[in-house]
Each structure stands twice: as structure tokens, then as C-alpha cells.
T-cell receptor, first 112, second 113 residues
Framework: NAGVMQNPRHLVRRRGQEARLRCSPM?????VYWYRQLPEEGLKFMVY????????ESGMPKERFSAEFPKEGPSILRIQQVVRGDSAAYFC??????????FGPGTRLTVT | ELKVEQNPLFLSMQEGKNYTIYCNYS?????LYWYRQDPGKSLESLFV?????AVKQEGRLMASLDTKARLSTLHITAAVHDLSATYFC?????????????FGKGITLSVRP
């Protein structure tokens, strides 16, 4: 009974490179959420997706960030041309659609 | 915009004593969650509170929800070192089927002997 899986767990990128973060939801879950956690802060909502659809991207920065959840395969959070301020922990959560979101282990992105 | 406030932000607790921490939120919601996070780790779900007056207990922790006051409390009974962690509350700003959680900044609990 695998939980939410995220990879990589740690990612180091130089400024200007691209970061791709992957999230595989729990089996049977079709709702995926991405959150960002800055040091000493709570989690901030970024985007909510269902298969092949972005439902709510109100928390996504307007530029450089994109997300997808294709029909097959994991959900991807993509950050282009990373900057130091993108360094954070990125958590994915999945839900079967009713109450409760289950969080993955997170990807810790460090931009050097 | 939904705001979630937790206080205090840091609490040093003495082993064996009882404490209460608070979570206030600014708009109507009847879905509130408590999570625990250890340093460098993910979030562990503790409680899901889905209605006014809901009370859930697990071990030394008890959570309750007052939707009229827009307040949840997490009560700790006879604190032990294993409870040292950061505790987040999160409110579901659900509109229709669209669910997203708004988190407080977290309360870091440290239990000392």
C-alpha cells in the first residue's frame, strides 16, 4: 500500500537551470496538489490538478512555473530558469476527492 | 482571502504537564486538519475535523473544532519528549469540488525534562 511518492528527494540546481519534480499519487487517487514550504514557514498552496486538467493554479507564480498531470505517469512540477528564491521544500499531496490530503516525503530543492 | 493563525509559534513544554495550542481562521470552513512535521520530514496527518463540535483524540493529543468561533484547539496531556515537533493546522477553503489547504505557520513544540 504505497503512499504518495516523490522524486527526487533532494535536487541541486544552478541558477538558470530547470528543475523537474515528480509526484506519483496514492493508488486510486486522482487529485494532486502541490505545496511549497519555505524555511520556518507553513506550506503554501501552489496548484491543484486532476488527470489532464489544471483545476486551480491560483498559487503558482506567474512565470517560470508549470505543472501537469498527464493521463499516464506522474504529476510534474517544472521550474524553469531557477533562482535562489526557489530553494524550498516542495510537497505533493493526493486525495481520492473527499476529505483528506495525504502528503509525500517532499523534494528539497537547493539552487546554488 | 483565508488566513490561518497559530499561536504561540514556539512553546517550550515541561514533561508531564498539560498544554493547549490554538488555531484561528478567518472565514467560514468546517474542515480543519492537524499535521505533525519532524525536522526535514514530511507531514504526518494527526486529525481530520469535519464538523462543528468535532473532537478527536489520539494518545496524549486531543483536537477540537468550533466553527462558530473559527477556532481549533490541540490539547496535550502530560507532555513527553516524543511530542517535540512542529504542528500545523490547515483549513480547507473548499469551494464546490475544489479543495485546497491553507496552512498556519506552525507551532514548534519542545518538551524538556
Amino acid at each position: 500500500n504505497a503512499g504518495v511518492m516523490q522524486n527526487p528527494r533532494h535536487l541541486v540546481r544552478r541558477r538558470g537551470q530547470e528543475a523537474r519534480l515528480r509526484c506519483s499519487p496514492m493508488k486510486g487517487h486522482s487529485h494532486v496538489y502541490w505545496y511549497r514550504q519555505l524555511p520556518e514557514e507553513g506550506l503554501k498552496f501552489m496548484v491543484y490538478l486532476q488527470k489532464e486538467n489544471i483545476i486551480d493554479e491560483s498559487g503558482m507564480p506567474k512565470e517560470r512555473f508549470s505543472a501537469e498531470f498527464p493521463k499516464e505517469g506522474p504529476s510534474i512540477l517544472r521550474i524553469q530558469q531557477v533562482v535562489r528564491g526557489d530553494s524550498a521544500a516542495y510537497f505533493c499531496a493526493s486525495s481520492p476527492g473527499v476529505a483528506g490530503q495525504y502528503f509525500g516525503p517532499g523534494t528539497r530543492l537547493t539552487v546554488t | 482571502e483565508l488566513k490561518v493563525e497559530q499561536n504561540p509559534l514556539f512553546l517550550s513544554m515541561q514533561e508531564g504537564k498539560n498544554y493547549t495550542i490554538y488555531c484561528n481562521y478567518s472565514t467560514t470552513s468546517d474542515r480543519l486538519y492537524w499535521y505533525r512535521q519532524d525536522p526535514g520530514k514530511s507531514l504526518e496527518s494527526l486529525f481530520v475535523l469535519l464538523s462543528n463540535g468535532a473532537v478527536k483524540q489520539e494518545g496524549r493529543l486531543m483536537a477540537s473544532l468550533d466553527t462558530k468561533a473559527r477556532l481549533s484547539t490541540l490539547h496535550i496531556t502530560a507532555a513527553v519528549h516524543d511530542l517535540s515537533a512542529t504542528y500545523f493546522c490547515a483549513v480547507d477553503a473548499r469551494t464546490g469540488a475544489n479543495s485546497k489547504l491553507t496552512f498556519g505557520k506552525g507551532i514548534t513544540l519542545s518538551v524538556r525534562p
